[in-house]
């Protein structure tokens, strides 16, 4: 059994080596809460059953199939486990956007731009690049699944919905001995244009490819005392930018809801992302309750953009006029950065504590056209960066509850401070951080647009609680958010970057609620917020996204949950996109109008083989025949989806 399991693995990494290569050598040709999700719940994901206990009569299973994660081993849970998931609470999520709760949106299909909703202040110092777009589908480092398994273990995964949106997941994981185990995690992923397309069956018709990859490894000494976790992580990211549907000479969408119509950019545009990350964490305990710990990372990102058409856009007014090359534009941003953090770590007298030495060496490379066969480059860096850092928890006689500090701080430039409080009665925080704007704020050069900035620190104050409020029945959590910002740096209506100098404020009042009775369970979330400056920042003022499900089983061996969701949020000024900087601007023509959008689906389980059908947008035609998500971006239509998820633990 041992023997096809590694030949299953050893074919698996050949077919993917070939595939990536091809991938590598015609850029872009193929290719978020982010890359592969599991089943999650309202926070956009869940790690799973937790199990203390892995001692069970079944041979080979979810029981005997274990993962932890690299938060756990660095926050001294060595022994925390979680198990496969195999229920159906939200498999009917297979979407990025689903899997969110709606709190991310995008320009209406599977694949394309996204940002949040709601204001994120960052949790880590030091500069970043700023291409966060697509983000959401490449695998972040937190997401990274490190396996405990007493048995080979395949996961696939197939989910197809209309408009050409497919999801394919192939995984294997297999344990070398008891103390070595090693996987890897390959997903594809395509979807077709809702307008803009005259030929449905060529690839004309592509909008969005994608390609993640993922391979891991962990390690464990017969005593113990070292452990080691290592993963590469891949990204091969393509979409044919459209810049929303076509305008008239008045900048008015001539048929509003006409999924039919024409784009405002050319076939021959493309955004094509590729990032590669090697990563790599181990740690040696010295004695008991201190430990020595190393924590590495490389990471290389290659951002592209193409149009052949430049003037097309510039006349649609997608993008100012070009400025060099009237025929063709072309573009490329990479970014390097080697990162090393080394400190002490370990647990006393109830206390768990990390200090360490956070290291960062990076630089930034432009290359943009001044004619069809001439480039010219910009660049930013090398820079280095020394962080010093220390986290401190304590934990109640009741593990559930803790209370955490951390303090982090860029030698002679960023800082963050931050405190929480988690009990079984309240669960609070607070957070003050000053950060460098992102590298792409300070310096771009293109066809269209340019800029040299030297920004301040932006500051976020935050403050964070909630009460979690328990019946039999019921769990309804009031929240409270409140920020603070200082130095906002933001894109403005020519969607270039601009700082506010001065301060505002963002209050947001919400709930969380669950309910069960019987074979009835539902969940909603609900938020309403204030904002000081809506001239810099649009947030819509009500959001509300909940879900209903009824289940039951039949025939003694069908597990079935039917269910219908939906999600809806106020009419607001909604940022607009820019293709050539994958960056969302202000503008203030295109209002997107309130609008709740509904889903209905059934969740079913025979055995350990899960399966979904599910119509999404029901409601389309219902009083107004469509919606916007993203202004000149219209949200899908009503769809028929299908999905499987096949697990084999031998």
Do not use: C
Not at 162 to 187: E, S
Not at 390 to 417: C, N, P
Not at 424 to 447: E, K
Not at 574 to 594: G, H, I, S, W
């Amino acid at each position: 059994m041992k023997q096809s399991s590694y030949a299953i693995l050893l074919v698996g990494f050949g077919l993917l080596l070939s595939t990536l290569s091809y991938g590598q050598g015609l850029p872009g040709g193929i290719r978020m809460p982010s890359g592969m999700p599991t089943s999650g719940g309202m926070g956009g994901g869940q790690r799973g059953g937790v199990q203390l206990d892995d001692s069970t009569k079944t041979i080979y299973g979810p029981t005997t199939t274990l993962h932890f994660y690299e938060d756990d081993i660095l926050n001294n849970r060595d022994s925390l486990r979680y198990r496969v998931d195999t229920t159906l609470d939200n498999f009917h999520r297979w979407t990025w956007l689903d899997r969110s709760w709606e709190r991310l949106v995008d320009l209406g299909n599977l694949g394309t731009a996204t940002r949040n909703v709601f204001f994120q202040p960052r949790t880590e110092v030091g500069a970043e690049l700023g291409f966060r777009a697509y983000e959401p589908y490449a695998v972040q480092a937190d997401e990274v699944k490190y396996f405990d398994t007493k048995s080979p273990y395949t996961d696939m995964t197939f989910f197809s919905g209309g408009r050409g949106r497919n999801i394919l997941r192939f995984g294997i994981n297999q344990n070398i001995n008891p103390r070595l185990n090693a996987g890897f995690r390959l997903q594809r992923f395509t979807s077709n244009k809702q307008y803009g397309a005259f030929n449905n069956l060529g690839a004309e018709d592509n909008l969005a490819q994608n390609w993640t990859f993922l391979a891991h490894t962990n390690y464990y000494s017969k005593n113990r005392k070292y452990v080691l976790l290592g993963h590469f992580r891949h990204l091969n990211h393509q979409v044919k930018e459209q810049g929303g549907l076509q305008t008239d000479s008045t900048g008015t969408i001539t048929d509003i809801y006409e999924y039919q119509g024409p784009a405002r950019l050319g076939d021959n545009t493309r955004s094509w992302e590729r990032r590669n990350v090697f990563h790599l964490y181990h740690q040696y305990r010295l004695a008991n309750g201190f430990q020595l710990f190393q924590q590495a990372e490389y990471r290389r990102i290659i951002n592209r953009y193409d149009d052949t058409d430049p003037l097309r856009g510039a006349t649609n007014g997608v993008y100012p006029a070009p400025i060099y090359d009237q025929d063709t534009t072309r573009q490329e941003v990479g970014f390097r950065i080697l990162e090393n953090k080394m400190g002490i770590k370990g647990a006393f007298s109830g206390f768990n504590y990390r200090a360490y030495l956070r290291q960062r060496i990076y630089s930034m490379k432009g290359t943009y056209n001044l004619s069809d066969t001439t480039l010219a480059t910009y660049r930013l860096g090398p820079r280095f960066e020394n962080i010093l850092g220390l986290w401190v928890s304590y934990y109640f006689k009741d593990s559930t509850q803790h209370l955490t500090a951390e303090a982090q701080h860029l030698l002679g430039r960023d800082f963050l401070i931050r405190g929480e409080l988690s009990t079984r009665w309240i669960r609070g925080g607070y957070q003050t951080a000053f950060w460098t704007p992102d590298l792409l704020m300070q310096r771009y050069i293109s066809n269209h647009l340019q800029w040299r900035n030297n920004f301040n620190l932006t500051g976020a104050n935050t403050l964070y609680g909630s009460i979690p409020l328990r019946t039999r029945r019921l769990v309804f959590e009031p929240e409270v958010q409140y920020h603070l910002l200082t130095n906002y740096v933001y894109y403005d209506t020519t969607a270039r970057p601009r700082q506010l100098n001065g301060s505002f404020s963002l209050l947001r009042l919400g709930t969380n609620l669950r309910w069960n009775v019987n074979r009835w369970n539902a969940a909603a979330l609900a938020y309403y917020t204030l904002n000081s400056n809506p001239d810099v920042l649009r947030i819509p003022s009500l959001f509300a996204s909940a879900q209903l499900t009824f289940d039951f089983v039949y025939a003694k061996v069908l597990f079935v949950q039917l269910g219908a969701a939906v999600h809806y949020k106020s009419s607001y000024l909604a940022d607009a996109y820019m293709p050539l900087t994958q960056q969302f601007y202000l503008q203030n023509n295109f209002v997107v109008d309130r609008y709740a959008v509904a889903d209905v689906f059934a969740n079913l389980r025979i055995r350990r083989v899960r399966l979904l059908l599910k119509m999404s947008h029901v409601n389309e035609g219902l009083g107004t025949p469509g919606y916007f998500i993203t202004p000149g971006y219209l949200g899908l239509r009503r769809t028929f989806s299908f999905g499987l998820n096949w697990p084999l633990f031998d």
